[in-house]
């Protein structure tokens, strides 16, 4: 079980530590590997080939900006669920970045989610339907944010 992140650039690593603070609270094991869509498309599909013949439960979370390629080509590509977490650094980059990743043609269902700490949150939820307990730790979660409007 793991969440395998696919940027677009090296310059993404940074936007993905807040994604991966959040998994290693549930204990979730993750990769991180820089394959842009549009340079080594090649490489790209060649992740998600060998990950589609493995039994292993997994989510990808894509971290890619601008033309927003790399989401859509692991999407159609994948028999394993895909969030886009498109990085930002101000309010002008999250226009840019946004508009490409909710613009996904037809049969590339990356699933888009703004906020890093959500997209961990997301993919942790997803792997949780085949594993007790870290059902158990997403239900414990809940409980504790609940609990903390309640003090």
């Given at each position: 079980m793991k969440v395998l992140f696919l940027l677009g650039s090296e310059v993404d690593k940074d936007f993905t530590?807040?994604?991966?603070?959040?998994?290693?609270l549930f204990e979730v094991e993750h990769e991180v590997i820089v394959a842009s869509a549009h340079k080594v498309p090649e490489k790209v599909l060649e992740i998600v080939t060998a990950n589609n013949a493995?039994?292993?439960?997994?989510?990808?979370?894509?971290?890619?900006g601008r033309s927003n390629g790399l989401s859509g080509v692991v999407a159609a590509n994948s028999v394993h669920p895909v969030i886009a977490c498109p990085p930002h650094k101000d309010k002008a980059d999250f226009m840019?970045?946004?508009?490409s990743t909710?613009?996904?043609?037809?049969?590339?269902?990356?699933?888009?989610?703004?906020?890093?700490?959500?997209?961990a949150l997301a993919a942790v939820r997803i792997?949780?339907?085949s594993d007790t307990n870290?059902?158990?730790?997403?239900?414990?979660r809940i409980a504790m944010v609940k609990a903390s409007f309640n003090s």
């Open positions: 530590k807040k994604i991966t603070a959040e998994l290693d493995s039994d292993e439960n997994m989510v990808y979370i894509t971290v890619a840019v970045n946004i508009n909710l613009q996904m043609p037809g049969d590339t269902p990356a699933m888009a989610v703004v906020d890093p700490k959500n997209a792997l949780a339907n870290l059902r158990q730790m997403v239900i414990d």
